[in-house]
């Protein structure tokens, strides 16, 4: 890279420039990490006895967790509720996409996509919040279905996780669409076709044609959205009740109720290994690599 | 296993665009049928209603005389080669061929002896395993035959798969396809642009024009006898020179062509006195005068423009000189090397070698093709189709 930079803008330039970026890379990225790091594994102190006897390393911000069974069950709970999500996302996104990509004339799947991306400029929060009141308990979802008689009385959406799940679906919805709709898309229609007509029934179709040629896509999407749900807050703080707390809260009690910076961080830290997991998990499933997935 | 192929009355309308016309036509069981004509004329589309992707707006489809109204493509007796054959790039050559028995619930040792089986007739045994992308153009076709075989369809629908071969490599894959089409006894629907092809392989050829048929017969008599200017212009190269009818008797047609006054030909249509009509001479049935005896009326005389070397002919350009229109020549060598763009030359015809149909009109091929390439700029030998009869 250096030596393209320099070819083109010359060597103070070039310098400056990598300069610059590596100046970004260390003391904004890689040094609070590492800090991190570092804290996660120091017990929680009084500012005047760092540095002192009690001050070292040690595992047990990280045993913590193991020896707690509400924060433990949360942990696991946040985890299958991440996975649940992210298939349930995947349920949605796949025929949407599918129809984006193949079905669509190219002014239908504009208007589609218009339509899916405009609420995204509104605040995550504020998105979250208006699901808030859509579920409520005399909201009108509520108030539809009681009106259609489909239910007698109103049910607490909100009461336990189906409000978080519905609210994570939503959030996270264009970051599986996105990539699936770029995978399926480039598939030559007439493979489908093919299958047509060599006798196979849609569902065949989908199964060896389509869903074999969008794995890489399929694969990104779970990823991420793995992620955002397994990271999130607001969904779970505005959207969930005590029973439905997710592990993001937890850390944030750490950090800013309990003012144990150290445990928090050994608890981010779990997290953030529980993702990684995750992700090299679906990698082995789907036989993809880095390389499909950053495309 | 009757694989003929009826339309009755199908017409396919998009929109306020017609696709075809009403069309109806019989395709027997175990014919070779090509469907020829220009791009965008309807080809496609009208193999696309005989495979089931598309429904016509009207009329119906009878493959071995049961109707196809209401089958879904998965369930006709049809397979189709598509013109990129559409492989499936993530199978191996086995699983390509057998996805249409697995599909029909074939156990796998059966699906694994019929695969060596087609494997064997394209000519591809022991291949099996390689992974598609591993193929040559020329063995991906062969795969795609195999694995539309193996459904064992009544009716196979071949839409332009030898287009992205190379020239050496589409002819012998012609060959091949007619071999394979014998040899199994399928009713072959074959559709195409280019008549060199279409005239070597198939028993009957229908020629298309505008989404209309306009002459449904052998290759021979589509070559010899056309219905249509356009028949006439887009089977073979023709020259056609136009005129009004002066007389009509005896099979035989005059013309009053201005500038060139009465030429003579066989009558190809419906004629009559004082109508509009064509005179068509193929390159082929023009020669230097004096090879011709001496009848005044078969003579044209023209201003030679370009002289191309074919091997053991030469095709001449040159320009008529009472009407600066311009004809084509195929001469043989001998007369070929003392011929000179530049020079005058005396052409003249034998007038049971030339043809007069009606001119109703209906754009001609060379009318109608505008941006696209005429057929005749292509390699010659391969597209010349000189009947040695
Ligand atoms: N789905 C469609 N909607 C509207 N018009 C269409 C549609 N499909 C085909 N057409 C039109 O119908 C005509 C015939 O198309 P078709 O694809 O059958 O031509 P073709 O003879 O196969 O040409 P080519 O040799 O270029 O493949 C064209 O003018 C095309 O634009
Ligand atoms: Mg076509």
Known sequence: ?295 | MDGSVILDNVVMRFDDFTAIEPTSLEIRSGEFFSFLGPSGCGKTTLLNIISGFLSPTDGDVRIGNASMRGVPVNHRPTAMIFQNLALFPLMSVYQNIEFGLEVRGVDRATRRRKADELLELVALGGSGGKPVSALSGGQKQRVAIARALAVEPRVLLLDEPLSALDLKLRQHMRNELKAIQRKTGITFIYITHDQGEALAMSDRVAVMSAGRIQQVADPETLYHRPQTGFVATFVGENNRLAGRVIECRDGRATLDIPGLGRLSGRSGSELSPGRPAALFVRPESLSLSDAVGSAAASMLEAHIETVSFEGAWRMLEARLIATRETVRILVGQGAGDVLQPGQTARFGYDPDNAIVLADDGAPTHDAEMGETPRASSQPAQENRHVPSA
């Open chain 1, 1 to 295: 890279m250096f030596r393209q930079l320099k070819a083109r803008f010359g060597v103070p330039v070039a310098m400056a420039i990598v300069g610059i970026l590596g100046v970004w890379l260390i003391a904004m990225v890689t040094l609070p990490q590492l800090q991190m790091i570092d804290y996660s594994f120091r017990p929680s102190l009084l500012p005047a006895e760092i540095g002192g006897p009690k001050d070292g390393w040690t595992l047990a911000n990280y045993v913590t967790l193991f020896n707690n069974d509400i924060h433990l069950s949360i942990f696991f709970k946040t985890l299958w509720s991440s996975v649940f999500v992210t298939l349930l996302t995947l349920l949605v996104s796949y025929p949407l996409a599918y129809y984006l990509a193949k079905i669509a004339t190219p002014g239908q799947a504009a208007l589609c996509l218009l339509l899916l991306i405009v609420p995204f400029w509104i605040n995550e929060i504020l998105r979250t919040f208006s699901w808030f009141i859509l579920l409520a308990f005399r909201g009108p979802l509520n108030e539809i279905l009681l009106s259609l008689g489909l239910i007698e009385r109103p049910i607490r959406f909100l009461n336990g996780d189906t409000g978080v799940l519905v609210g994570m679906v939503y959030a996270y919805l264009l970051f599986m669409v996105f990539p699936l709709y770029n995978a399926i898309e480039s598939l030559d229609g007439n493979q489908i076709r093919a299958a047509r007509d060599l006798g196979a029934g849609s569902l065949r179709t989908h199964w060896r044609i389509v869903i074999p040629h969008a794995k890489p896509g399929i694969a990104t999407g779970c990823i991420m959205t793995f992620m955002l749900a397994a990271g999130s807050y607001a969904v779970p703080a505005l959207l969930g009740s005590p029973g439905s707390r997710w592990f993001t809260q937890i850390i944030y009690n750490w950090f800013f109720e309990g003012g144990d910076w150290n445990q928090g961080a050994a608890y981010a830290f779990l997290l953030l290994i529980l993702c990684i997991g995750f992700m090299a998990l679906v990698m082995r499933l789907f036989k993809v690599g880095l390389a499909d997935i950053a495309k």
